[in-house]
């Protein structure tokens, strides 16, 4: 009996390093963008290891377009990038990028998270590809993403931007998952042994720092804070040229 129950206590214990406490899950979810009420800038880690990074942005004077028009028809040299962070956005480039739209591009990027330089690759998706059957409003412009390594095909999380008008503007809800890992193939991720191992509790709990996911929320709040504060002039120059 008590072999069986110290096998018992070891096969708990492994369960728990795999795939965490009890309810063994968290991660991705719809609630939040389709108005979820008390959303605000937090990180939380989830009972899988994963950190849930939230970050609320008002933006006055902006519409869900303008940010669309940024993402998608706008934003194309290091130049403008740096404009969107002062000393932070270093420089940018783009992959698979067609005129007109952000999905199906991959955003080829250098920028600093708190202390540390990130080299990063952001491949721009549909939003039910991460928040599955989600039901936007008619004018929510959504941004979604798969994150990943710049110099390594490693994906290391997923992301969604939700804008939504408001009576003065316009509001974003960023929310992030970090520790989603998989190792990607173009644009595909593919099954491997590093998406097994890192998708563990334990990898999680160790390889993804609470302080990194605060250094993550208090950059989107800032760089999409300086966003708002240019975009509506920016926009109206712009779109009274064409």
Known sequence: MKKWLVLGGIAVLAMVAIFGVPPFGGGPNADYAEGEPGFKSEVRRLP??????????????????????????????????????????????????????????????????????????????????????????????????????????????????????????????????????AKRDGNEQIGSIEGIVANTYLARKFGVSRSAAIDLMNHCTEEMRILAGFLPELYAAETREQ
Not at 49 to 68: D, F, K, N, Q, W
């Open 48 to 181: 899988n290891g994963i950190y849930e990074v939230s970050a609320l942005t008002p933006m006055p004077g902006v519409t869900p377009e303008m940010v669309r028009w940024w993402f998608a028809d706008y934003m194309q040299t290091s130049e403008h990038y740096q404009r969107w962070y002062p000393g932070a956005h270093i420089w940018m480039g783009w992959e698979n990028k067609v005129p007109g739209e952000y999905v199906g591009a991959s955003h080829l990027v250098h920028e600093y998270i708190g202390e540390e330089m990130q080299k990063l690759r952001i491949q721009f998706v549909p939003p039910e590809e991460i928040l599955g059957d989600v039901t936007l409003g008619a004018d929510d412009v959504a941004v979604c993403a798969k994150p990943g390594l710049l110099e390594q095909p490693i994906n290391g999380g997923q992301m969604c931007h939700i804008i939504r008008a408001t009576e003065d503007g316009a509001e974003m809800r960023s929310r992030f998952w970090l520790g989603m890992v």
